[in-house]
């Protein structure tokens, strides 16, 4: 059977499972009203049809809520705080409110948020995904695809998908971190990297090695984008392992600094660091951590404008290509 398009309703679903349209909806809503065969038989359905229930805007005639959804795996992350402040101002003043969804890097999270999203029939959505390495294909970009609902990467993209997106050229941020190592000609350096197969991971240790050829000992461990409690506990001891005096410590984002600045000060240990991006609350404990740092009221202006770009021009994946790159500065303390 042929998928429906967007306009697919429970009065299809309830006409292919030979029930009336209020038993449709109550499998949606108050499935414990409707016995599990036939409810299971209309969400089969339901799926086959691609229909996801409008909970928020049934009732509207408008094509959409005039909500924007905002996915991002982290809250807490400075990149991100920032950049949600903006995007919230821009859509007040153009008559929307914004969603936000913090997934905490779990896919299944994601999934959800997306669902939620297009459920809402939301105008548009910014994601940054849990995951961008290679093998990252999540199935709600079908539903996205489907429902024509205009989405932008930040900061990470879905590999191979051409998207909307505005993205930091993370091999010149990883040789401008390259290039301060070497002049610094420190003897040992530990990189504190994000997932080991992440573009953005691999993008930035190239140009850490480009640049960096007076390296005398380099070790690299790996860390979730989000630091979790798990990837503490691993990298304390190795930390442990690995420590010499004066070497320098390498986070490869905020959150990542900031954990090992904090296993490093709980061991009672001294070490240089570098930091791709700002700390968290780095500048409300005074801070100063050498690093690329980005200017992120600047990415959070140019990501909203071209969200909503997208949703003013009617642009789909097909048409929608722009791809923006945004370098970052390099920011030194003595």
Not at 19 to 31: G, M, Q
Not at 92 to 105: A, L, N, P, R, W
Not at 273 to 302: C, E, N, Q
Request: a neutral charge; one cysteine or more; aromatic letters at 10%.
């Amino acid at each position: 059977m042929t998928k429906q398009d967007s306009s697919t309703t429970i009065i299809d679903i309830a006409k292919r499972a030979n029930v009336t349209d209020i038993t449709v909806s109550r499998a949606f809503n108050h499935p414990e009203l409707v016995k599990k065969e036939t409810r299971e038989k209309i969400l089969a359905i339901a799926q086959e049809l691609n229909y996801v229930p409008n909970v928020f805007a049934r009732n509207l005639k408008n094509k959409n809520s005039r909500i924007i959804g905002v996915v991002t795996d982290s809250t807490f992350n400075p990149f991100y705080v920032v950049l949600i402040q903006t995007v919230s101002r821009l859509a007040k003043e153009k008559g929307y409110q914004v969603m936000i969804f913090d997934t905490d890097s779990d896919e299944k999270a994601e999934q959800t948020a997306i669902e939620t999203l297009v459920s809402y029939k939301a105008s548009g959505i910014l994601l940054s995904p849990v995951r961008d390495d290679k093998a990252y294909q999540p199935s709600y970009l079908s539903l996205i695809d489907q429902h024509q609902v205009p989405l932008v990467f930040v900061d990470r993209s879905i590999y191979g998908r051409n998207y909307p997106g505005l993205f930091l050229k993370n091999f010149e941020i990883g040789a401008l971190t390259g290039k301060y190592l070497n002049e610094q000609r420190s003897e040992n350096t530990l990189i504190i990297s994000g997932p080991e197969h992440s573009e953005i991971s691999l993008s930035r240790l190239a140009g850490i090695y480009d640049q960096f050829t007076h390296h005398k000992n380099i070790h690299v461990l790996y860390s979730s984008y989000i630091f979790s409690k798990k990837d503490e506990e691993y990298l304390r001891e190795k930390f442990k392992e690995l420590y010499t005096p004066n070497m320098y410590v390498v986070g490869l984002n905020g959150i990542i600094t900031a954990g090992m600045y904090k296993i490093i000060s709980e061991l009672g240990l001294s070490c240089r660091y570098f930091s791709v991006d700002l700390p968290p609350y780095a500048d409300t404990y005074h801070l100063s951590i050498s690093g690329v740092h980005h200017d992120s009221v600047y990415l959070g202006k140019r990501t909203a404008e071209l969200l909503f770009a997208e949703i003013e021009g009617g642009s789909t994946k097909e048409t929608g290509s722009k791809q923006i790159f945004v370098n970052g500065k390099l920011v030194t303390y003595d």
